[in-house]
Every structure is written in C-alpha cells, then in structure tokens.
C-alpha cells in the first residue's frame, strides 16, 4: 500500500485518512501447474508404506528426509519457489540460497488435527498439499497476540489489524512458504471424509550475512 492508497475497514470512505500496513509477516501461497504423476503418487505410496509414526494429533512419516532421493520434480518445484521468496520477499543484497533440510509427509485423518507450533532450527518452512477436502484450512498465530489481548475490544467484524490468528485454505496441488518461527496450526475439520495429506519441510541458508568491516560477518556453505 503506498501513501495515495486507503484502506477501508468498515465500508464507510476515511476520506484523506489512510491505514497503512507496517511490518507484515509474509505467507506465500503458490499453485503446481501440474498434478501428481503416477509416479510421484506410487512414490507417495511408499514413503506411507515404509511407516508412519503418531504425532500430535496426525501422523507423519519416519523417514524425515523424503525429498532426499524421491519426489525429484517436487522438490524442485519447492526450491524455485523459494527462490523467488528470497527475491521477492526477502531480497538480500549479498547472494543467498535457501535449501531443504528435513522434509516428512503429514497425514491427517477425519478428527486429527496438527497442535499449535513453529519450527525451530528453520529459515522458511513449507507445506505441500497432496490430498484436501473443502472446509480444510491451516491457521497462523500473531506471534503479538498475547500483547494485543491484555485488553479485549468486542469487534463487530474481524480484519487485518484486529485479529490475533488468520486461516488460509488449504488447497490440494497448492505450497505456502512462511517464516519458521511463525506459530500455526491445524483443527478438526468436522465434515472430512478422506485423510488429508500434506508434505512439509525445513529449509536453512548458504550464503554471507553480515559484513566483514562490521565484525557480523558469517559465511555458511
């Protein structure tokens, strides 16, 4: 939003007002132009087959590291996009590259959920949406809420500004990126029928931060 532009938040004009966003945490959601292949769904079928083991709420595979060996294309699909992360969103002067860590696949059944977290140890984290239904969503946590609920204002309508926890849906075929230390969640989706199956991962940086005349300067290879 630019100087010129005005946010209206209760369908009335501000007039010469503006609201302005500062300080936003980005969430960025982004379509595969193409379906699974019969191989990457067989590829699927294996990881699910060589074990799963119960987590909080859901279930996820034993092999942390499934991007390394299978899945090729989508792993690469997930890397270009985090490429245009760094370009677009985080934009760093020196060249930086974020790589996958871990990555595991997430099963959820109709009435598991995934408990409120973030992921330590991680840059940018991702999930990959394989199977979803309808009414599934992912919820992410203000990580100011606590402050911004010291004192309670009843609104009359949620928005930007006076929420604590905004939800996106969660679409089959579709990867969101978001900062790491950014706390989400997943409830129950009372209407499901079918298990949803989602991947996630971790990335970190190879790169130089800092500057050398600053004393701040850490090289990661």
């Known amino acids: 939003m630019n100087k010129n532009q005005t946010l209206c938040l209760t369908g009335h004009s501000l007039g010469d007002a503006a609201v302005n966003i500062i ?4 969430a960025y959601i982004v379509k595969r132009d193409t379906n699974l292949t019969p191989k990457e769904s067989k590829e699927i079928g294996k990881i699910v087959n060589s074990g799963m083991r119960k987590n909080t709420g859901n279930t996820n595979s034993h092999n942390n590291y499934i991007f390394n060996g299978k899945l090729k294309n989508l792993k690469q699909f ?9 370009k677009e969103i985080i934009n760093p002067k020196e060249k930086l ?8 696949l997430n099963i959820t059944k109709p ?7 973030s992921h330590q140890n991680s840059i940018i984290s991702g999930v990959f949406y394989i199977t979803t239904e309808k009414d599934d969503k992912i919820t992410f946590i203000d990580p100011n809420a606590k402050v911004k609920e010291l004192i309670i204002f009843e609104q009359k309508e949620l928005n930007l500004f006076n929420s604590t926890s905004w939800f996106f849906p969660s679409v ?6 978001f900062p790491s230390w950014l706390d989400h969640k997943v409830g129950v989706n009372e209407k499901a029928t ?10 970190f940086v190879k790169g130089s931060l800092g500057k050398q005349e600053n004393l701040s300067e850490l090289i990661l290879k």
């Open 23 to 26: 300080f936003p945490c980005p």
């Open 78 to 86: 997930c890397e270009q996009q985090l490429n245009v992360y760094i």
């Open 97 to 104: 590259e974020l790589y996958i860590t871990q990555s595991w």
């Open 111 to 117: 009435g598991e959920y995934h408990h409120q977290h």
């Open 172 to 177: 089959t075929n579709e990867l969101i990126l």
């Open 194 to 203: 079918t298990d949803r199956i989602s991947i996630s991962f971790n990335t």
